[in-house]
């Protein structure tokens, strides 16, 4: 049977092939094609049946495979095309052949082969089969088309579909487009993007004078040009020398290479008009396609035509599609690094009830909420395993309130965003529902009274909120998860989620006051009083007490103070490996110590490095940490307790000594009031994260429970292949709603991938189209020089962060990036990438602190100041540029790190360990 324009798609799609059917599709939306029509990849079938050779043709391919050599395809290609060759068309087909040629003929055609897998987004098979051009009569065509068919079993495409994993067994479908032939004064290939940047901004086009099978076979050196898409202006030109081009041959069938014309040979071979006509029909067939696509084009008597268009197989960025805007600056202290599934489809679980009831507190109606569902649900997203803000849900979630405008500000200051959200884009992403209407505002001024209310009432509520915590987590902080099955832990678990998760009001309300006012203290501070640094307002925050997340270090350092008063003891302590400590001081005779340590272990065993990520063992599993704090804090002498607290107090009656030197009147009241207020609710802040960390620690003990179950059952090989589940498969397991029930396959293919993404880098902030782990680019493609900062230069061997607790340090660099590393400080500036709660116990044994991620709200900055460290945050490239025994001078108040000398360079011996970092007076 024949395909033609009027065929039905379905049957085109099924028999035209690869080729055949984008003709077909780019005929029937109306694009310049030359009359066509395809002898259907059934025909060849029929061909093969008809006449008995189908069984040859599979003996010969099922003697093929990965071990064949190249003279075995030959041998193979030379045995089937002999074959197709001499055997005699069955009278049906020669009829049918016959016709197709009389239906285009008028004058020359083309003859090009279209197999069934040619030309799609996987396979092009581009130069693999056969196309003849100018067959002069009916009879060549015939020929043409066994040539067609044959050469499906062509030598390269036999090693090609070897190559890709394709099923020889598998018949090779061959149809066959008869095409009119366009005898082109000027033809070329057109991609719809820049194939080889990825670019999906451009159009790349290529040219030649006269047929372009030159240019494809690569015969001739073409002009290429390269256009922006949207405008189709030229934003690149490469000429070449065009010397000679391909013509139809009077000889023989087929073309000849005759001289171009000396004053055309360094000509561009297309006009400015002619690229401008190119570039439209580009962005129609893309729009038509919706994906970037090769296109081989002719030119004659001032018209194009369309010889196919194909799918560009290489990766090719999206630039059309939903924007996704990814930033993972504040969010990386919880979660830094690569986070296993199970974690972060907790937190995406967790994060989708709260910001829930954050709206219904204030007041908005079910009926909107659940049309924000669609943000509220995805305020999270993961790339190789890195977890990221989905940022604009969250710009949405800020616009339900009033002052859009200043709070997306303020959002970006608690965030620690580098960068903020232009004016354009925030316009267009208020969500459905809280469009301009008198309706929509009226809501937002309700939501905006509620706030206001909360304001007043938020410390009540957070009082509140903490004595119900603690009423609920003493019930369940001693249960043994070890030793209970998978099902009743999850019981358990299902109980704790509606008691606690479904009562997190209290502290999502204070965050978000928290933004509020620390936005607003930081607005006053430098309109008013920029002119006194850039650390007063975080001087200003220090020392506020009563932080219920900086009290386990404050006990780690009184008990190292114990330890000092006590020589036997401090002597089995700095003897004995951390991994070992606790296991000695229960054999030996150092029992009031132990209880010490066996109650700080009952009150804070939750905390570890990393605590926010489940799969972490926590000091319950393993309390070596504990005694690596201990050792620093001895090592380095930091057992005085009141020195802490008097540098605080020093830090921050200094900053208030400034405030009321500057400030008096009604800009003084304001800014008091403003201060209290920043102060109450980052202290509140902090204290209702801590619930949060103790809540991640009774999580951790029943996943890691259910892992053992299932590792006891033969569902998981190893306890911790549970984190590489999802929240929902571990309790479809338990509830009967998995799909499939291979959890010990579904893990070890999740281990293999995230084996991948630890040498995955991706930045810190970008942007998706479209499906946003294809076709998109996750990691920078140029890092920015971390000597620049807003298009300022910084001196010579300096970088720049933000400052947040002043200080000027001088002193060694020892950068501590996991756990896994060497802990042992000596007051030497602590380097990392990030921190988080459970990095505290190694302040006070730091002589300054320098983290790569994070800003003014986050919890380095937050604790540091309250400690009295020297801290900078937010500075970029930072673990990248300093190694371990660098020397550094570093002003917590500026921001600025200058590095002094680099050891690894002069190859000089280590200096004796001594106090690396003492404040420069």
Known sequence: ?????????????????????????????????????????????????????????????????????????????????????????????????????????????????????????????????????????????????????????????????????????????????????????????????????????????????????????????????????????????????????????????????????????????????????????????????????????????????????????????????????????????????????????????????????????????????????????????????????????????????????????????????????????????????????????????????KFLYFHFTAQTMVDEFLKYFHQVYDEYRRKDFSRLPADEIHVVYQELEAKLLLEWKAPIVNDYLTMVHFGLLKKLTGSWLGKLGDSLQNDLLCGEGNLESAEPTRELIRMAAEIAKNPALRSVIEGTPSADCYEVLTQLDFGSFKSRVDRYIDLYGFRCMNEMKLEEKDLYQDPSFLFVALKNYLRSGQIDLTAYEAREKQIRSEAERKVFAHLSGWRLKIYLWSLKHARKAVRNRENTRFCRTRIYGLVRAMFHGIGRDFTARGMLDRPEDVFFLELSELSGALEGTLPVYNLRALAELRKKEYATFEAQDPAPRFHTRGPVYWMNEHSPAIEQDPGLLAGQELPPNCMKGVGCCPGIIEGKVKVILSPKDDMELNGEILVTLRTDPGWIPLYPSAGALLVERGGLLSHSAIVAREMGLPTIVGIQGLTKRLKSGMQVRMNGETGLIEILDDPAARAEPQMAPEREAEEVK
């Open 1 to 449: 049977m024949l395909i033609t324009a009027q065929s039905t798609e379905a049957f085109a799609k099924r028999e035209a092939g690869g080729k055949g059917y984008n003709l077909y599709l780019l005929s029937r939306e109306g694009f310049p094609v030359p009359k066509w029509v395809t002898v259907s990849a059934r025909t060849f079938r029929e061909f093969r049946e008809q006449t008995g050779i189908d069984a040859a043709i599979r003996s010969r391919l099922a003697t093929l495979g990965k071990g064949s050599a190249q003279k075995d395809l030959e041998a193979a290609e030379t045995f089937i095309r002999e074959l197709i060759m001499r055997t005699p068309l069955p009278a049906d087909i020669d009829s049918l052949a016959r016709s197709a040629y009389i239906a285009v003929a008028d004058g020359p055609i083309a003859v090009r082969s279209s197999a069934a897998d040619e030309d799609s987004a996987q396979h092009s098979f581009a130069g693999q089969l056969s196309s003849f051009l100018f067959v002069a009569n009916e009879e060549a065509s015939l020929r043409s088309l066994k040539d067609c068919w044959a050469s499906g079993y062509s030598e390269r495409g036999l090693a090609y579909r070897i190559q890709n994993g394709m099923d020889l067994s598998v018949p090779i479908e061959v149809a066959v487009v008869f095409q009119q032939m366009v005898d082109s004064e000027k033809s070329g290939v057109m991609f719809t993007c820049d194939p080889i940047q990825g670019d999906a901004s451009r159009i790349t086009i290529n040219s030649v004078y006269g047929v372009g099978e030159g240019l494809v076979s690569g015969l001739l050196d073409g002009d290429t040009f390269l256009l922006e898409k949207a405008t189709g202006t030229v934003v690149s030109s490469d000429i070449a020398q065009k010397k000679t081009m391909l013509v139809r041959s009077d000889e023989v069938e087929g073309t000849k290479e005759v001289n171009v014309a000396g004053l055309l040979q360094d000509s561009p071979s297309l006009k400015s008009d002619e690229l401008a006509e190119l570039a439209d029909l580009a962005r129609k067939i893309e729009k038509f396609y919706r994906f970037p696509q090769d296109i081989e084009w002719g030119w004659r008597g001032g018209k194009f035509y369309l010889l196919q268009s194909r799918p560009v197989t290489t990766p090719v960025k999206n630039d059309t599609g939903f924007l996704y805007l990814w930033d993972n600056s504040n969010i990386v202290e919880s979660y830094g690094g690569i986070t296993l599934p199970l974690t972060f489809t907790f937190a995406h679980h967790v994060y989708h009830s709260v910001y829930v009831q954050f709206c219904e507190i204030l007041l908005i109606p079910q009926r909107e909420i659940r049309k924000m569902d669609y943000f509220l649900r995805n305020m999270l997203g993961i790339f190789h395993g890195r977890i990221y803000y989905n940022l604009l849900n969250w710009y949405k979630l800020t616009s339900i309130l009033p002052g859009f405008k200043y709070n997306r500000g303020f959002m970006e200051t608690m965030m620690g965003t580098g960068q903020s959200l232009s004016d354009e884009i925030a316009d267009r992403i208020k969500p459905p529902g809280f469009q301009e209407k008198l309706s929509s505002k009226l809501r937002r001024t309700i939501s905006g009274f």
